[in-house]
């Protein structure tokens, strides 16, 4: 690669994924400083040279609104700076749940969000499981989305090995019915079954009922799902599953959001595993969590950004 043509940049709390990728990509990482204020604001400044360069800006967007305001900030700063290509690295784009008009008089946020880091100055996007395919069309530049499914067929292929799940037993799920394709695509690299779990919402983040359309019994589950939030619909998914006479039930989810009481339930639940990717810093801790790396898969995506090669094989298992 050639370093003096590129340059990566992290915001504040993507700093330990992005010294991962710039490992992986043996660059050194950018340097930049976010000035505080007071009364909460913040500025961002380069403390080197871009002009002329393709750089990538690696900050997650997940709450608060501030990783957000700092990655539109370090997007305006490089076009002030005169960079050449600016390419947001998003490994966890947040309000993406609001992809569609279901009610009136709602906002569309992942519109919004993509017009705001249009309007900031990205030249490109690269992000990680959208929780909807189709939020790639918000945007008028080209948008690399990732798949954090090649890390996890990975690490299930390892547990098959190492005899902790039969891949003769082994049931994908889905713990709601939106869900399906992904989950589809799972069981049909995999060559198991699928089970989905049907789910009557009272409001945001509250289920009501659930209902398994399946077999499990005797059966080792693995849901997949994108986003693991409250983990109400995760953990009550397990317990069904249990109840149902499954073996054992594991869960993956790309993006922990883990907002309170999400640790204790899934430490209480029938779950054995709850596996995460690191797209966002999760430290609450955990003996059922596990954590795995995205970086090598960023930074491969970035390499291939830089040497013009393609990346279409990083879309899929």
């Known amino acids: 690669m050639r370093p003096n043509e590129f340059a990566v940049f992290s915001g504040t709390k993507s700093l330990y994924l992005t010294e991962e990728i710039c490992k992986s990509l043996d660059c050194e990482l950018g340097k930049m400083r976010v000035d505080r204020f007071a009364d909460g604001e913040f500025a961002v400044y380069y403390e080197e040279s871009i002009r002329g360069k393709d750089i990538f800006l690696v900050q997650s967007t997940q709450p608060t609104t501030d990783n957000l305001m700092e990655l539109l900030l370090m997007i305006d700063a490089a076009k002030r700076a005169s960079a050449h290509y600016i390419t947001a690295v998003i490994p966890y784009f947040g309000w993406a749940r609001q992809d569609r008009k279901d009610k009136p008089r709602v906002s569309i946020g992942a519109k919004l969000i993509a017009d705001l880091l249009q309007t900031a100055g990205i030249s490109r996007l690269i992000t990680m499981d959208l929780h909807a395919d189709q939020i790639q069309g918000f945007f008028d530049v080209p948008v690399d989305h990732l798949y954090a499914s090649n890390i996890f067929v990975d690490y299930v292929k390892e547990l098959i090995e190492k005899d902790e799940i039969s891949h003769e037993n082994l049931v994908i799920a889905t713990p709601d019915v939106g869900g399906t394709k992904r989950a589809n695509t799972y069981a049909k690299t995999l060559g198991v079954p699928l089970v989905i779990c049907h789910k009557l919402r009272l409001r945001a983040n509250v289920v009501a009922e659930m209902r398994i359309i399946g077999d499990v019994e005797g059966k080792d589950v693995l849901l997949v799902d994108d986003i693991v939030d409250t983990a ?21 989810a790309s993006h922990p959001v883990m907002s309170d009481p999400a640790t204790s339930r899934i430490e209480e639940s029938a779950l054995k595993e709850m596996i995460f990717t690191n797209s966002i810093p999760y430290t609450k801790g955990g003996e059922k969590i596990n954590c795995l790396s995205v970086a090598p898969m960023f930074a491969e995506a970035i390499r291939r950004v830089v040497e013009h090669e393609s990346i279409s094989d990083l879309y899929s298992m």
């Open 232 to 252: 109400g619909t995760m953990t009550k998914a397990a317990n069904l599953m249990m109840e149902n006479g499954a073996r054992s039930v594991r869960a993956l």
